[in-house]
């Protein structure tokens, strides 16, 4: 089908991103199923029409909350907003109910950590016939609900595709760049959820805001490492995707991979942090982002730092020591 076609929209996920898209999508103009696992927490979303993870946001007429996964699979266009390591599982569910050649705007940031695959790899063996895209960039799930001005990127190997479907669930306060540079995207929502949890033990540790700017830009060229390493175009690792959404998340307390950073930070064990602030995806893609950088020769060492430290294979006094005595070398 082509995206000139499109009317309807699933969303698969209903936690806050997933709700704040569909919302999106609905000020787009779009009819829009939001799907989500739990049956009862759909029918009282169905009722009151209220989304509490969003600070009881009314949910627009043209959302239908549903439990029903095939009913939402019969969209014209899916949106996958669900945790990284569980697209897999979603995708698996999906197969034989999604028509051939629909289009899939995944909106996962991360990188399976047992096959280090992307998501759009993920996508591309499950959902076979499916056309991938990535929704990526600096957008709280509360900033987007509320419509107030937000851009992401969205990244299709069919350029013409992509630009259909950015235009499809985008508006004037919703603005949605389009690039064909898939992996470029996929890398920077990834890495910069590693990067940010280093950012917020920085900030925990009570260092200044000089201490933070200077490890986000150091994150940012191990980002950009990373991402050429992979094929990524600059501009992309550069753009929303990589930088922006690397300010935002390492900057705001309102990212729970920064405001698990924090917590760790202020010598809160791993298991605790987990508990106060929830399992940011960060601490899932260290492990395997670490890994692949090191199997391709890539110079990582703050991602390296994260990933030794949430597999308690290092302290925070370690980790940063093992930082402040790298030798100098030219920028």
């Known amino acids: 089908m082509s995206a000139s076609g499109l009317k309807s929209i699933g969303v698969i996920g209903a936690g806050a991103f997933g709700a704040a898209l569909a919302c999106a999508a609905a000020r787009a103009g779009r009819d829009v199923s939001l799907w989500g696992r739990d049956a009862v927490t759909m029918a009282e979303l169905a009722g009151t029409r209220r989304l509490p993870r969003l600070d009881g946001l009314a949910l627009p007429e043209a959302i239908h909350p549903t439990a029903d996964l095939a009913e939402t699979a019969r969209a014209d266009a899916l949106i996958l907003a669900v945790p990284t390591q569980a697209l897999r599982d979603v995708c698996g569910r999906l197969a034989g109910m999604v028509a051939a050649n629909t289009p899939l705007i995944l909106a996962a940031k991360g990188i399976e950590r047992t096959s280090g695959e992307f998501v759009s790899q ?25 419509a107030y001005p937000t851009a992401l990127t969205l990244a299709c190997a069919d ?3 992509g630009e259909r479907l950015a235009r499809l669930i985008g508006s004037p306060t919703f603005r949605l760049y389009h690039t064909d540079d898939l992996r470029g995207v996929e890398i920077g929502g990834a890495a910069k959820n590693v990067l940010a949890i280093a950012a917020g033990i920085a900030a925990g540790r009570g260092f200044g805001e000089s201490t933070v700017a200077a490890l986000l830009a150091r994150s940012f060229a191990e980002l950009t490492r990373f991402g050429l390493a992979f094929g990524a175009r600059p501009e992309t690792l550069a753009g929303l995707s990589g930088l922006g959404d690397l300010i935002l998340t390492g900057t705001s307390s309102r990212s729970r991979n920064r405001r698990f950073g924090e917590e760790l930070g202020r010598g809160i064990g791993l298991e605790t942090a987990i508990a106060d602030v929830g399992l940011a995806e960060g601490v899932w ?6 890994d692949m950088a090191r199997k391709r020769h890539v110079d990582m060492p703050i991602a390296a730092a994260v990933s030794d430290l949430v597999a308690g294979k290092a302290s925070i006094d370690q980790a940063i020591k093992q930082l402040l005595s790298r030798p100098p070398r030219a920028e």
Request: include cysteine; aromatic fraction near 2%; proline fraction near 9%.
């Open 122 to 146: 993920i996508a591309t063996e499950t959902l076979q016939g499916c056309v991938p895209a990535v929704l990526s960039g600096p957008g709280f799930a509360a900033d987007i609900a509320k």
């Open 159 to 161: 350029g013409s595709l």
């Open 285 to 290: 893609t260290a492990p395997i982002l670490a």
